[in-house]
């Protein structure tokens, strides 16, 4: 992430569009994070792969991908929670993945979907090579199917620990119908990109690029009925691109 903190003397540089991977108002206080706590202490895997997939040809490929603040969060998160089973709903180059991988026990599981096998290739090496690929079961295709089969078994009721969302914001409430079912109570269902580049309070005549535009009215509705849900807690945080914590409590 590039310092621009050297705009008028003594003010700290604004972000120039709505669209920056971070909330944080300020470039040099956000880089400072970074260089203070994150990247010291980032481990080598999860920084290999984050330099990879920073030159993914993809132009969202930087947005795509979980801010390397937000891997570190997750990575401690999931220590604290002592999480063993898990599950991972859009996946892209497995920047969190690993975060979450290299976080549980050897024994621990990560039920990984994504639609784009390509993608998740493409890290794939990194995760072999930090040797966390056995705790990987890695689905390619539309999750909402996997999850309806999972209920009907029956077996699968209450039995995950942790449960991370960073996919299509259209249907974030159609997984958080299905993933309440399925993380046990004290679980945390982790859904990433809840403040929507800082749109979900931008005025009507914002300059949005197009698909900010299109999915901001669905993390709204989502913010309103995570808010609303009797069945967890929750807690907004202004991490990443915003991250909402459920902890199922019925």
């Known amino acids: 992430m590039a310092n621009n903190g050297q705009g008028e003397q003594n003010q700290p540089a604004k972000h120039q569009e709505v669209g920056h991977k971070s909330l944080l108002q300020s470039d040099a206080l956000y880089q400072y994070i970074l260089e203070t706590s994150v990247y010291p202490r980032e481990p080598e895997p999860m920084k290999e792969l984050r330099e990879l997939t920073a030159k993914h040809p993809w132009w969202v490929g930087n947005l795509m991908t979980t801010s390397a603040d937000e891997g570190q969060f997750l990575n401690m998160l999931l220590k604290l929670i002592n999480a ?10 497995g920047y969190s993945l690993l975060a979450t991988a290299l976080a549980i026990p050897d024994d621990g599981k990560i039920l990984a979907m994504d639609i784009n096998r390509e993608n998740y290739e493409l890290g794939l ?9 056995h705790k990987i079961d890695f689905r390619e295709g539309p999750a909402l199917p996997v999850l309806d089969q999972m209920i009907e078994d029956g077996k699968y009721h209450g039995t995950f620990d942790f449960v991370f969302v960073d996919a299509d914001k259209d249907n974030y409430i159609n997984y958080h119908k299905r993933l309440i079912d399925l993380v046990k109570i004290g679980g945390v269902i982790g859904y990433d990109n809840t403040l929507w580049n800082g749109s979900v309070v931008a005025p009507p005549d914002a300059p949005l690029r197009k698909y900010v535009r299109y999915y901001r009215d669905f993390v709204i509705e989502l913010n309103k009925a995570l808010a609303a849900d009797p069945r967890i807690e929750i807690c907004m945080l202004p991490v990443g691109d915003g991250v909402t914590l459920c902890r199922r409590i019925s």
Do not use: F, L, Q, R
Request: neutral net charge; glycine residues 10%; aromatic residues 6%.
């Open 84 to 93: 063993k089973n898990t599950m991972e709903i859009g996946v892209y180059t």
């Open 125 to 133: 090496p990194v995760i072999e090579k930090a040797g966390v690929a």
